[in-house]
């Protein structure tokens, strides 16, 4: 069965998953629920390269060598303020 690498966009959890073909792709990050994209390393991608979070990274991830409890949350924040 294929292994499927996914990362989250918000908390920077990365994990990998069997999954059979006919599974769906997983959506959402099991942390904080937030949209996952899936990570295909045969060609390079990472998170970290694409989408919104590169505009963000010269300022907050560019110096990030280990995950920091507190940067989920305030990318959390940024991204999906929740007016509770
Ligand atoms: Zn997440």
Redesign the pocket.
């Given at each position: 069965m294929p292994t499927y690498q996914y990362a989250?966009?918000?908390?920077?959890?990365e994990f990998e998953i069997v999954q059979t073909f006919a599974e769906k792709s997983l959506t959402e990050?099991?942390?904080?629920?937030?949209e996952?994209r899936k990570v295909f390393s045969a060609v390079g991608v990472v998170f970290k390269g694409a989408g919104f979070y590169k505009n963000d990274s010269n300022k907050k991830a560019v110096k990030k060598s280990t995950p920091e409890p507190v940067a989920?949350k305030a990318a959390?924040t940024a991204l999906a303020p929740k007016a509770d």
């Amino acid at each position: 069965m294929p292994t499927y690498q996914y990362a989250c966009s918000t908390c920077s959890n990365e994990f990998e998953i069997v999954q059979t073909f006919a599974e769906k792709s997983l959506t959402e990050c099991p942390e904080c629920k937030s949209e996952l994209r899936k990570v295909f390393s045969a060609v390079g991608v990472v998170f970290k390269g694409a989408g919104f979070y590169k505009n963000d990274s010269n300022k907050k991830a560019v110096k990030k060598s280990t995950p920091e409890p507190v940067a989920p949350k305030a990318a959390a924040t940024a991204l999906a303020p929740k007016a509770d």
